[in-house]
């Protein structure tokens, strides 16, 4: 079994997920910090689920040789179904791209005053020119910025935490919000697996070993579960000054030094952009399949959207994400119903 299989495919896995929202900690505080102690055992029941969940997507797309979300569910989705499944995903990863383009041009006009759009055109090209080396650029990349967004939070995180004795005098920082944290960690898995699925199942002819899988996917879990537990950690710490805060790491990183703050800034456009080439890529797979064109050309889909990244970064989320949770229940339904019942839906 190669362990270069094992890191590649965990990397894209985890990197597709550590987008903006994770790696700001906002998404951590809201639904696990304000659970206080159960909050951690929210992240370790999600962290599980994301392993068993990636295992099972990513053995069904190296079975199939899948190469988009339709070569596994048309089998037992039915042609119409599928269609219009589709034809969401596609919208799903676009504008999910242009989420994170948006995002990377919101953090460097608030960091470095560089130009909005500009930016957004810059990065675009830049990931459409990266996506053209296939799959093996998307692993490169993340096999780099993956371990580079852990590292930097685990700096943050010591340089945040030294000043706490021990783990109970931290948690006594957050007031309890009693029941609940389960159901806040099966939504926050439910949410993010409708994009681990639909990139994940254009990875299957990365490889003919269904035995990667698992590898993968512990990777990934153990990945997670290391950066969502540092980002537990410091928001739990600094709790009370943190309401009302958009981006926690990056207003506790500006409390403690400036270098730290440039490497809270490192760490969300390495998320977003992790993100960005993941949707890229799952999207050109779809397309170039779905019209019979090369992947290349598929990539130029990219620049349709580009204009729209002017609406702003928190109105595209304003307006995409709902639509995100829609696919995400939809997707559910489909699974359960392929690994239970093993019947069409037409």
């Known amino acids: 079994m190669s362990l270069r299989d ?70 037992f989705s039915g042609k119409k179904l599928m269609l219009l499944f589709e034809l969401i995903s596609d919208l799903f990863l676009l504008g999910g791209y242009y989420i994170m383009l948006s995002g990377c041009g919101a953090v460097l006009w608030e960091g470095m005053k560089i130009p909005y759009l500009p930016a957004v055109i810059f990065l675009c090209i830049g990931c459409v020119l990266w996506l053209k080396n296939g799959v093996n650029g998307l692993a490169g990349f993340n096999r780099v910025m993956v371990p580079v967004m852990v590292i930097l939070t685990f700096l943050i995180g010591y340089h945040g935490l030294e000043g706490f004795k021990d783990m109970a005098s931290l948690l006594e920082m957050v007031p309890s ?78 409390t403690l030094n400036m270098s730290l703050y440039w490497a809270s800034v490192i760490i969300l456009l390495c998320a977003m952009l ?21 992947f290349d050309h598929a990539l130029l889909g990219l620049f349709l959207g580009v204009p729209f990244t002017s609406w702003g970064f928190s109105n595209l989320i304003g307006f995409i994400y709902p639509l995100f949770g829609i696919v995400g229940i939809f997707f559910a339904f489909l699974l359960l119903c392929r690994r239970f019942f093993s019947f069409k839906i037409e």
């Not at 987008?19 to 809201?30: D, N």
């Not at 029941?45 to 997507?57: A, D, E, N, Q, R």
């Not at 890229?280 to 797979?285: D, H, L």
């Open 177 to 254: 919000a009693g029941k609940g944290w389960l159901f806040s960690a099966l939504v926050y898995v439910s949410f993010n697996m409708t994009s681990g699925c639909v990139v994940l199942s254009s990875l299957g002819t990365y490889t003919k070993k269904p035995g990667v899988v698992y590898g993968a996917s512990f990777i990934a879990s153990v990945t997670l579960f290391v950066m969502a537990t540092l980002l537990y950690l410091m928001t739990s710490a600094y709790f009370r000054e943190l309401s009302g805060v958009e981006i926690p790491l990056m207003h506790i990183a500006s």
């Open 6 to 75: 094992w890191v590649d495919l965990g990397f894209i896995y985890a990197g597709t997920l550590i987008g903006a929202g994770f790696a700001s900690g906002q998404e951590i505080m809201r639904f696990f910090t304000v659970y206080g102690k159960m909050g951690l055992a929210g992240i370790v029941i999600t962290c599980i689920l994301f392993f068993f969940l990636g295992s099972f997507i990513l053995s069904l797309a190296i079975r199939h040789q899948s190469v988009s979300i339709r070569d596994i569910l048309l089998p």
């Open 274 to 294: 992790t993100t960005a080439l993941s949707f890229g890529f799952a999207f050109a797979q779809s397309v170039s399949r779905k019209f019979r064109i090369s």
